[in-house]
Structures are given as C-alpha cells and as structure tokens.
C-alpha cells in the first residue's frame, strides 16, 4: 500500500489537480461572485474578479419580482414528496427482493431498470391528456407522482443492493437468542438498513430537485419549482447577469451542499451497485 | 430460510412498486401506441380518423428526421467521448497522492448537482454570449474575434454544456473503480520497469472496463433523454434539433399528436435497442 512518492511527485500532483479542479467548479463559483455584483460589474470586461462593493441588491430584486420563496417551497414540496412516497413504496420492494429472493427477482429488478429507460417524450402526451382529465396539471401533487415514478428504479435498485449486505446469519442468529419478528424488525435490521435508506433519500431528493423534463413540461404558474423558475430567464430583458447569478445561486445552493455530504453514495446509487 | 409464509408476504411487499411501474410503463405507451395511428390534432379539428402507418411514415419521411438523429447521435456520442476520456485521466490523477484530495473531489464533484436550466443559461450567457460573455472577452484580451458559440459551434457548445455536466460523474464511478484496483500488482509492474502507457494500457485500463461501459450504459440513457440543456440554449436551433426536442415540438408545439406519437414509438425503440444491449452486461453483474 505504501508506495513511496517523493515531495517533488506529490506537488505536482497537487498542482495540476488543484487547476483542474478549480477550473471545472470555476463556472459555479463565476456565477455566484456574479450574484453579489451589480449589472454593469457583471459584464464589465475586463472582468472584475472579487474586489468589487459586494451587493445583496440582486437577492432582493429576485425576490421581490418573482417571488422565489414560492417556487422553492414548490421545489421542496415536490422533491421531498416524492422522495417519501417512493420511499414507502421502494423499502418493502427491495427488502422483499433482497431476503426471500425468488427466481424472478433478477428478471424483476432488470425489468424496473427498463423502465428507467422509457424516454420520457415518447409517453409525453399521454401523461400531458391524463393530467388534464384528471386536473393534476401544474398542481404539486401530480408532478409529485411523475417525479416519485421515474426515480422508483433506482430507489428500489439502490436500497436493494444495501439490503444485500445484510448478512442472513445475523438474523439467524437472532431468532437463536429468541428475538421475534418485531424485535429482529426494530433491533437488527433497521439500525443496519438505516445507512442505505439515508443515501437513498439523499440521492432522490437531489434528483427530484433537478429534474428538467416533466417539471418544465407540466408546470405553469402555480406547481412550477425552481427548474422552471430559472428557466423563465431564458428570454433576456435588458441588464440580467447578476439576476440571474443570483437566482441560480439560490437554486443550486441547497443541493450542492447536501450533494458534497452524498458524493460518495452517488456512486453506488446511479451505478445501480455495479461499481464498488 | 423463506417459508410459504414469508414468501406470500415478500410478494405482497414487491405488489405495490410492480403494479406502479407497470401502470407507469403500459398505460401511457399504450395511449401514445394508439394516436400513432390517428389523425390527432387537439387544437385543429381533435381527432380527424385512422390513419395507418402514414404517421410513421411521415415522420421519418420529414425533411427534419434524419437531421434530428444526426444531431442524437453526434451530441451522446461527443459527450460520451469526452467524459470518458477525460473521466479515465482525471480519476487516475485524483488517485495520486497529494493535498487536499478530499477540497478537490468536492470541486470536481459539484458541476454534476447543478440543475440543468442553470448550467444551460449560465454558460449561455455569462460565458457564450458573444456580447458580454466571458469567453468573448478572453478572446478578445488575445485580439481574436470572438465566437458566436450558440449559433455558429451550437452543437460543439451544447456538447461542452453537458459534458461539463456529466463529467463530474464519469470520474466519480472511475475513480472508485481505480481505488480497488489492487496496488501491488501496479508497483510489481513499476519495478520491472514497465513504462507509464504500458501499465496504464495492461493494468489500470482492463481494470477498468467495467466500470467504464457502467458509465456508457447510464450515461446513454440520461443523454439520449437531454432536454432543459437545448430548451433553454437553443431551442432546438442551429441544428442541435435532438430527436427528443423534435417529438417535444410536434407533440406541443404544434400540437400534431399523431406525427408526435409516432416519433415517440420511434424513440422507444431506439432507447429499446440501447436497454436491451446493455440489460445484458447490468444483468452478469448481478450474478456476481
């Protein structure tokens, strides 16, 4: 394990890494030193870097003009939503898969996989006529169910592959030390599931929240969440950068910080557990 | 260790997620099957008769279909080829010893959780727009024109957008991958003087392989279904027309149901093709 690297070696690593690192975080980081500009600094050229009089005005202006908090208590509404629907749905189906497996479950779990591949646009006007029928357009809840189907997949594949790691002697074992279903339930498996249903939820909420298909298609005004409410700065008015910095900035903030505490799960859960 | 019992009640607990999914999957399917074959304009008259085939036909006919898989295929074939490559490169540099790997990873990591709107409009304009984008600037610090990224490199920017996106997670999946290869079997190779390339191309690569079509595979999927990227760029202009943007356009644009569902059979096929090749490799892994 130990491999000798000389200091000269480990700087240079250091160095490049770092250069490359910052380059690719460089548009996020551009965007948010934007957001505490005014208009004119944010597209003075040459760029102004960080010595500039910082500004909460464009916060403010956002705020104000579109009301942001609306569109993102829609984006936590329908993200943990869907998050703890497919959660109550998911838990029992992997759980079931992964200890009394049957000679189908294989044949299963690739066939939800399958589903996940169903292009989204292919059944785009179905899911748009049966939302009209049924009232569900631009409301919460209807995007609340899309967005808890699509990511059903993976939720059942990730919790499945933890659910595996659970070894059955333990349970075993505790049936030998008397512990009933409940007991065996509360005492030995949920302390050990609890890890991998953590990861799961994280995972789900960032995808939900980040979702861009269906959110933009089935929202107007009032279910619309924060993809959408970016998106309506896609037609540019005057002077917008630093708005718009502002506006992205507030978006992607909550999830790239729970994203940081759930890289490493990320792995496991968009691989389906296939890299470890 | 399954008794009837248990085994009754695991069938219970699998019920709700199995019906949700095939209703998920039939139903609209089934729908989008059946206004393939009619004459559907919701807006121009609804339903105007059975039609047969001639929606499938039309659509492939239609001077924008080729164009529109031309464009599919250029735009998940470039970005695959840049995250992948760039993916091996940047996993094997983040496995090198150094400081601060951990502020590192987290730097390389974050592009992958930006919502796809932001990331489309925040390289549109603060760095593409040929005005008062950055890019522009630089390029004229070094007194050269600058570049009308979206329109006259669309695809090559559409390209770069996604790619800075999904790179992320391309040197995520192979950077775990690389971390269980086992050290040993490296310095051996190391001390019998084999060069850098040869035990990159011997050792690190075939170590690698599985984790790489990994990442093909999910990243296929995800890329053949980019939407918010072009939405908020392009707007399928500039022949960055994906086969997605085009049955979005005739499907709601346009509102030519039929025309659209046709195009959308079309595309379950085609993701059809791509899943059941790649079914195959998830499915050995999971006998592991």
């Known amino acids: 394990m130990a491999r000798s690297v000389t200091i000269q070696r480990k700087s240079l690593n250091t160095l490049i890494a770092w250069i490359i690192g910052l380059l690719l975080f460089f548009p996020i980081l ?3 030193l934007t957001s505490f500009k005014t208009e004119a600094q944010a597209i003075a050229d040459p760029p102004v870097w960080f010595f500039f009089d910082w500004t909460l005005e464009n916060y403010r202006v956002v705020q104000e003009r579109s009301n942001y908090s609306r569109f993102l208590w829609n984006s936590i509404i329908i993200a943990g939503g869907s998050t703890i629907l497919g959660m109550i749905i998911a838990i029992p189906a992997a759980w079931s898969m992964a200890f009394v497996p049957s000679n189908r479950t294989k044949d299963i779990l690739l066939w939800m996989l399958s589903t996940k591949m169903l292009p989204a646009v292919g059944v785009l006007y179905p899911i748009y006529l049966i939302f009209i029928q049924l009232g569900l357009l631009d409301t919460r809840i209807g995007l609340t169910i899309v967005l808890m189907l699509i990511n059903l997949p993976i939720m059942v594949w990730m919790l499945y592959t933890y659910f595996k790691e659970i070894p059955g002697e333990i349970l075993e074992a505790a049936r030998m030390d008397g512990a009933g279903l409940k007991e065996e339930i509360l005492y030995v498996l949920t302390p050990m599931a609890i890890p991998g249903i953590a990861s799961t939820v994280l995972l789900n909420i960032i995808l939900a929240w980040n979702e861009a298909f269906w959110t933009l298609n089935l929202t107007a005004a009032r279910a619309a969440p924060l993809t959408a409410f970016i998106a309506s700065y896609s037609s540019p008015e005057g002077l917008f950068y630093a708005k718009l910095s502002a506006a992205s900035t507030m978006a992607i903030a909550p999830i790239l910080i729970l994203g940081w505490f759930s890289q490493k799960q990320l792995v496991r859960g968009l691989t389906f557990g296939a890299v470890k | ?73 250029i735009i998940v074939g470039g970005v695959l080829l840049i995250t992948v490559t760039l993916g091996i490169l ?79 997670f391309a040197t995520l999946i192979l950077l775990t991958a690389i ?83 046709a195009g959308g059979i079309y595309a379950v096929i085609l993701a059809n093709i791509f899943a059941l090749f790649l079914m195959r490799i998830v499915g050995k892994n999971l006998d592991r």
């Open chain 1, 30 to 32: 551009w965007t948010i």
């Open chain 2, 179 to 261: 971390q269980s290869l086992d050290s040993e079997q490296l310095e051996a190779a190391e001390m019998d003087g084999a060069p850098v390339l040869s035990r990159f191309w011997h050792i690190i690569l075939p170590h690698l392989s599985r984790a790489i079509t990994i990442v093909i595979l999910i990243q296929t999927i995800f890329l053949l279904a980019i939407f918010a990227e072009i939405f908020v760029t392009t707007q399928g202009s500039f022949g960055t027309r994906t086969l997605t943007y085009l049955i979005f356009q005739r499907v709601l644009e346009s509102q030519n149901v039929g025309l659209g569902s």
């Open chain 2, 1 to 73: 260790m399954s008794t009837k019992a248990s085994r009754s009640a695991a069938r219970l607990m699998l019920a709700p997620a199995v019906i949700l999914l095939l209703g998920w999957m039939l139903v609209p399917l089934t729908l989008t099957l059946i206004f393939s074959f009619q004459r559907y304009l919701p807006l121009r008259g609804g339903f105007q008769g059975w039609v047969g085939f001639e929606n499938y036909v039309r659509f492939v006919t239609s001077s924008a279909f080729w164009p529109s898989v031309q464009a599919t295929v």
């Open chain 2, 90 to 168: 940047l996993a094997i540099l983040l496995d090198q010893p150094m400081w601060g790997q951990g502020m590192v990873r987290i730097l390389v990591i974050a592009p992958f959780f930006v919502m796809p709107t932001v990331s489309g409009l925040v390289w549109k304009n603060m760095f593409m727009d040929p005005n008062n984008g950055l890019l522009s600037h630089l390029w004229r610090s070094f007194g050269a024109d600058p570049i009308i990224w979206l329109s006259d490199a669309s695809m090559l920017s559409i390209i770069l957008i996604v790619s800075w996106q999904w790179l992320p």
